[in-house]
């Protein structure tokens, strides 16, 4: 099987268990979402690795099933293990994004955004979760601000991964919840980390293309006209 195919198989595969998982939790089903969820990741991750993906994208997925995991687990020291994964995927995140341009506009809202929602929760949030919280909400929102330095797939992607784990946050604090509450937050994070690696993967593809292109040099008789 070539490359191409595998990855497309991958795609597919992590597709079909998003819609399996969702459909679980829609239909009340917990054990199809207990054996679902695990797989997303990896699937995801070995799609980013076929095609060639940045290793840290690959760890940042990985760190994602990481905290998907702790997360199936309903007690106080899981949810945390789970956020401090989440928390070291975000930092790889945050590495691939590095030479990004920064959008400030983008910036000013993300950073009213996260005073507004951690003002709200805050006397909500149970004592000993209020700083972490805080922590990991500061840490996503760069995220996802420095996300939409790298085009609209990405930042897409990082806007749902805050709106995803804001739902959790939400929940934690013994907010009202929406109608399949954990339909939502499965539906926005699995959207957010998928196009994220495409975003990735898409900047990268140009990018080593640039690399190669300036690494050979013009035929004899060419003129390399500047970009």
């Known amino acids: 099987m070539s490359r191409r195919k595998l990855a497309a198989v991958l795609l597919a595969a992590f597709l079909l268990a998003c819609a399996v998982d969702l459909a679980g ?3 009340g089903l917990p054990g199809v979402h207990r054996a679902a969820k695990p797989l997303l990741m990896p699937l995801l991750a070995g799609y980013v690795a076929v095609r060639g993906g940045p290793r840290l994208l690959i ?13 199936l687990f309903d007690a106080e020291p899981a949810f945390l293990l789970g956020m401090g994964s989440f928390a070291v995927g975000h930092l790889c995140y945050l590495i691939l994004f590095r030479g990004a341009p920064l959008r400030r506009p983008l910036g000013a809202a993300y950073a009213l955004v996260l005073t507004a929602v951690l003002a709200l929760l805050w006397p909500d949030l149970p004592a000993d979760l209020r700083v972490p919280v805080a922590g990991y909400s500061l840490l996503l929102t ?27 946050a939400t929940g934690v604090a013994h907010w009202p919840q929406p109608p399949a509450a954990d339909f939502w937050v499965m539906a926005t994070y699995a959207a957010a980390q998928c196009l994220l690696a495409l975003g990735v993967l898409g900047a990268a593809g140009p990018a080593a293309g640039a690399r190669r292109a300036a690494s050979v040099p013009p035929a004899y008789g060419e003129r390399r006209t500047p970009l």
Do not use: N, Q
Not at 64 to 71: F, Q, S
Not at 144 to 168: H, K
């Open 142 to 168: 760069v995220m996802a601000f420095r996300a939409g330095g790298l085009g609209v797939r990405a930042g897409v992607g990082g806007a749902l991964f805050l709106l995803s784990d804001t739902l959790i």
């Open 25 to 27: 939790l829609l239909a």
């Open 59 to 71: 760890a940042a997925l990985l760190l994602g099933w990481g905290g998907d995991v702790a997360l």
